[in-house]
């Protein structure tokens, strides 16, 4: 998969894209990701990408133009543009599930007060959140969208870890609690049934448990 990240902060994705399991994915080539400066594509003298907002007020808005031509650099293709934006479709695991079914990827991240809607008519581009809470920009979001996409590419997670993907994604409930060693931990002992070798009745004490946890914290996921 390609994943092309249009910022004006290419920085801020620099170094995670290079650590743990995204750096090997891309080292790899399981997945191509490539940063371009959206300053670079601005005509101007100063290399302005910001303006004032029409209708007056506060704050800057993100100029259109180096955006589109950023775009327009890429060439031609089947892909998905999508504008990380606190307006945009909630990203939940299904909608990482659609976005790891395509070949090719577009990410633009917004900065100052927004981005001239204008990209998203016209590119078009799909806005996409990453939750309710403001940030300064969309690099964060960026990252957060690359990193949960490339972990279900194909060859990116072993048998191990692939497990992991169940307790949130099919049965829709939070994952069971999880430890290690040592059995007791400032007198916190873990619960006995997990020491007992009886892998049924193991089974069974991590589905009540997730239960209980997404009870507990995310009854929203128990609604129908
Ligand atoms: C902030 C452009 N869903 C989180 C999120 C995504 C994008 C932004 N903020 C929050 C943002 C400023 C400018 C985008």
């Known amino acids: ?37 959206i300053r670079a594509f601005a005509t101007d003298r100063h290399h302005q990408v910001d303006d004032e907002a029409y209708g007056g007020g ?18 031609e293709g089947e ?53 309710d809470y403001v940030l ?13 996409v490339t972990r279900l590419l194909p060859g990116v997670i072993g048998r191990e870890e692939s497990h992991q993907q169940d307790s949130f994604g099919h049965d829709g409930l939070l994952d069971h609690p999880h430890y290690t060693r ?11 049934i997990l020491l007992s070798g009886d892998h049924a009745a193991i089974e069974r004490w991590r589905r009540d448990a997730a239960l209980e946890k997404t009870r507990s914290n995310r009854p929203d996921l128990l609604e129908p």
């Open 1 to 37: 998969m390609r994943i092309d990240v249009l910022t004006i902060f290419p920085g801020i994705l620099g170094e995670p894209l290079r650590e743990s399991l995204l750096g090997r994915a891309i080292e790899q080539g399981v997945v191509d990701v490539r940063l371009h400066d």
């Open 58 to 75: 506060p704050g800057m808005v993100m100029k259109p133009e180096p955006v589109f031509a950023a775009v327009e650099s890429l060439g």
């Open 79 to 131: 892909r998905r543009t999508i504008l990380l934006s606190p307006a945009g479709r909630r990203l939940d695991q299904d909608l990482v599930r659609e976005l790891a079914a395509e070949r090719w990827l577009v990410l633009v991240c917004g900065r100052y007060e927004g981005v001239d809607e204008r990209v998203v008519k016209g590119l078009p581009a799909e806005e996409v959140s990453i939750g």
């Open 136 to 148: 300064s920009g969309g690099e964060v979001p960026a990252l957060v969208v690359v990193e949960a």
């Open 182 to 192: 040592p059995a007791e931990f400032r007198g916190m002992s873990v619960p006995e």
